[in-house]
């Protein structure tokens, strides 16, 4: 593991002070196919993330600004009062196809509600940032690989 800046938080977990955390301590690396897209989610705790795309073709990233995150929970809500689902929520109060990363939604779908959505191409070099409570998905085109 790298070394730490003094006084980081981090120091209190993984080599100096019990297990690694996948992608908050250690890197993880995805390697993505055509048809592999990911579900709009927020990151956990609400951290950021970075995302540096290695190699392939582009990818493709739709995202809510963090301060309209509630605008689009509310939209997930709606969708499942009218399909008749019983609204199960997290301990956190999250709806739970957004806290189980499942949620596929058109981004046409949100806009037409109201709910601003961007969408940037990522290519090989590049670097995303997602800001805590930005709501993000992405389409991964053929053979991305990413960390």
């Known amino acids: 593991m790298a070394t730490l800046a003094n006084g980081s938080l981090l120091s209190s ?7 690694d955390i996948s992608g908050v301590n250690t890197p993880m690396l995805y390697v993505g196919q055509v048809m592999s897209p990911f579900a709009f989610h927020c990151e956990d705790n609400n951290l950021y993330s970075i995302n540096f795309l290695v190699d392939g073709e582009c990818k493709i990233w739709y995202a809510v600004p963090g301060h309209k995150h509630m605008e689009l929970e509310s939209v997930v809500a709606r969708m499942q009062e009218l399909g008749g689902i019983d609204a199960q929520t997290s301990p956190s109060g999250l ?24 969408k940037v191409c990522q290519y090989p070099g590049e670097i995303i940032i997602t800001f805590p409570r930005a709501y993000h998905r992405s389409d991964v085109c053929p053979n991305c690989i990413c960390c």
């Open 95 to 118: 709806n739970r196809p957004l806290c189980d990363k499942v949620t596929m939604i058109s981004p046409n779908l949100l806009l037409q509600a109201e709910v601003p959505v961007f």
């Open 13 to 19: 977990i993984g080599a100096n002070g019990g297990g």
